[in-house]
């Protein structure tokens, strides 16, 4: 904008605009606020400020520390708010801010207007190369003693999916370092897997196996309302220093509120995708789905929300697929993200309406089973019930051949276990069932494997040849 102005002046006029227009830039507009009306269990209801839903606010009490918290629903004029901690010390009447938009600073060598846009900094958080090897908690806050997060760039927690028509297809094999999941269950680059596994049968050392032997530029791990004590020893004992370096761990523990539990999450996700548009191949790791849903059932009954499904309200199985849309390919030529979510099966029920509805909308599921677990048989991998979706488009014939064969004698020999092991069955009575238990040991030692160990795709697909090359060459 110019002001017509004498001749000689005109300058030192467009010279004076600029000056007003960077004080209005800097100035910090009215605060809207409004008052703390109540505080039943997990939510604060608010009244005299008007919020959209998912804006942040803070409740700032007399005398004490200021609460974050998140609008989470309304009813009439009163908004329900959802804490980010803990609400020690609030008192009715407290005064509740709508946290206010700050500028992003110009960076150099770019003009300050493509920069100085308003943003909301609850919602967006710091992703970049810097995050590389750091430990940060669902606020971008630093929980290791790596010195403060430096945003390289920020990007808003609830991503949009990308539209399916323009995601590559899943077409290439993706070595995750594991032999059976390798050889049985192919995963490609893009897919979406669920790891379902009850409590202590293994599926943390199973996750850190991955983190270290996948084939991935960077890794994005996100812990997701598990035990606190945990969050360390998956570092330091399973993921490893090596591990560590080419990660990213968001860590959201059972203490913290549900609403920075599903933040978590969403950050996690938001980071691997900005790795992804990069150009990167990104393995996002997130234990455990199941928290994940627990946290939102937690703030749907909060705010009124009817269960309808063992106590899960609507809302849970509508995040489920918004949240797991957001992983896989990018468009043809780009970066993808390859991504495991943990599924707690309670009681070891694979019927747990989670992982009923995990199991539809990921792209093949992983089972761990506990009797293989107490059997001492690592990974707990039961390959029975296990299944890879985009397996037939990622491997040959003969390699798809060789699966099924293996999975026709594995379980021919487990349905006639019992027979076998008191001795009721008979030599030469079912020549399927003799050649699955002459081939039971060596399968049983190709589905085991160490922590320690690690099996490349190649390497995998030729051990699993090899089983039956050996079968061949001793019948003839």
Known sequence: ??????????????????????????????????????????????????????SSCRVIPVGGSPVEAEVVGFNGDHLFLMPTEDVYGLSPGARVVALTP?????RVGQPAPAQRRAIDR???????????????????????????????????????PVNPMLRAPIERPLDVGIRCINALLTVGRGQRMGLFAGSGVGKSVLLGMMARYTEAEVIVVGLIGERGREVKEFIEQILGEEGLRRAVVVAAPADVSPLMRLQGAAYSTAIAEHFRDQGCHVLLIMDSLTRYAMAQREIALAIGEPPVTRGYPPSVFARLPQLVERAGNGSEGGGSITAFYTVLTEGDDQQDPIADSARAILDGHIVLSRALSDAGHYPAIDIEQSISRAMVNLITSGHL???????????????????????????????LLDQAINSYPSFERFLQQTLTERSSFDDSAAQLAALFDGKRESSS
């Open 401 to 431: 051949e060789q699966i099924r064969h293996f999975k026709q004698l594995y379980s021919r020999y487990q349905r006639s276990r019992d027979l076998i092991s008191v001795g009721a069955y008979v030599a030469g009575s079912d020549p």
């Open 1 to 54: 904008m110019s002001v017509s102005a004498p001749n000689g002046h005109l300058d030192r006029w467009n010279a004076f605009l600029g000056h007003c227009r960077e004080a209005v830039g800097q100035s910090t507009p009215l605060l809207s606020s409004g008052h703390l009306t109540r505080v039943n269990g997990l939510v604060m209801e608010a009244a005299g400020l008007k919020l959209p839903l998912g």
């Open 102 to 106: 700050r500028a992003i600073p110009p």
């Open 122 to 160: 609850a919602k967006l958080l710091p992703v970049g190369a810097s995050l590389l090897g750091r430990v940060i908690d669902g606020a971008g806050r630093p929980l290791d003693r790596g010195g403060p997060v430096f945003a390289e760039t920020l990007r808003p927690l609830q991503g949009r």
